[in-house]
């Protein structure tokens, strides 16, 4: 079994910051890349960042300059540093790995529950 778990949601000013953690635990050989997506309401689920396992990074343009995310290849983690936030950044946030476990011969990607980001202006 394999566990993507999230913590660092929560409510914040327009302006504020808010740093999102996600750990996969789990039987884990390795992890290819890690990233975020969001959904608000009414909308589809967006790819916010995303890292490799050798650093390279990715964001959405409504993000950078902003937001930034990192991984922990030890800890089997992925941050989400946002800074500046917009009401607009208001949506569930979900984190995901592209990972092997062991014994098996292809990646499969697995999602975590979601973290709530609510930012009022």
């Known amino acids: 079994q394999v566990q993507l778990v999230e913590s660092g949601g929560g409510l914040v000013q327009a302006g504020g910051s808010l740093r999102l953690s996600c750990a996969a635990s789990?039987?884990?050989?390795?992890?290819?890349?890690m990233g975020w997506y969001r959904q608000a309401p009414g909308k589809q689920r967006e790819l916010v960042a995303a890292?490799?396992?050798?650093?390279?990074?990715n964001y959405a343009d409504s993000v950078k300059g902003r937001f930034t995310v990192s991984r922990d290849n030890a800890k089997n983690t992925v941050y989400l540093q946002m800074n500046s936030l917009k009401p607009e950044d208001t949506a569930v946030y979900y984190c995901?790995?592209?990972?092997?476990?062991?014994?098996?011969?292809?990646?499969?990607?697995?999602w975590g529950q979601g973290t709530q980001v609510t930012v009022s202006s």
């Open positions: 995901n790995a592209e990972l092997k476990r062991l014994l098996s011969y292809y990646p499969t990607t697995y």
């Open positions: 789990g039987t884990i050989f390795s992890i290819n890349a």
């Open positions: 890292i490799t396992s050798g650093g390279g990074t």
